[in-house]
């Protein structure tokens, strides 16, 4: 009962302690943001996991947007081809998936990376998608517009439908 603590080790009551005692030493840190985007904030909001549920901080969270077509590719054609609107444009899903740290690395969308890589903050490289690789589905001839439309590299317009002759109804 004589004791105090001071740092998690016991003192005798006759060292004279300073009551406030000043680190001599930085602490390391593993990440120079220390894993969260908390930038003077001192607090934010708490958001869901979206696999599993779990209470993260928002900056801390990792977050990811996805846009996808409501239909799978597979079926995109089929339902182009029964569509009465020939110009219809199939709706997109839009969603804002926000994971905690330990889905997004169980779900590779992050990577474990070595404390030299670590100091790398700039976003991966994207892949690049060939040309030809993306459907296109009801792109017809693009309206021509001013010296663009005049110009080596213009477009030929597209003939107008004509119109189907119409036989007159007869009188009853």
């Known amino acids: ?5 001071l740092w998690g080790v016991w ?3 006759c060292f004279e302690a300073p009551l406030f005692v000043k680190r001599a030493f930085k602490m390391t ?8 985007a908390l930038h003077g904030r001192g607090h934010t909001n708490h958001v869901r996991c979206s696999n599993c549920g779990r209470c993260v901080a928002k900056d801390k969270a990792i977050k990811k947007f996805i846009v996808r ?3 799978e590719s597979a079926a995109v054609r ?3 081809e029964a569509s009465v609107i020939p110009e219809y444009h199939l709706p ?6 926000q994971y905690c740290v330990s889905c997004a690395i169980h779900a590779h969308i992050v ?3 070595s404390a030299k890589t670590r100091r790398n903050r700039a976003p991966p490289q ?6 030809g690789d993306r459907p296109q589905f009801n792109r017809g001839p693009r309206p021509q517009q001013g010296a663009a439309a005049t110009g080596a590299g213009a477009r030929p317009a597209a003939a107008p439908m004509a119109a189907a002759p119409v036989a007159p109804v007869a009188a009853q």
């Open 11 to 13: 003192v005798a009551p």
């Open 126 to 131: 994207r892949p690049a998608r060939p040309q």
């Open 92 to 97: 997109k899903i839009y969603m804002k998936m």
């Open 78 to 80: 089929d339902i182009m």
């Open 1 to 5: 009962s004589d004791q105090k603590a």
């Open 29 to 36: 840190s593993k990440r120079r943001n220390n894993g969260r």
């Open 111 to 113: 990577r474990v990376r």
């Open 69 to 71: 077509n409501i239909i």
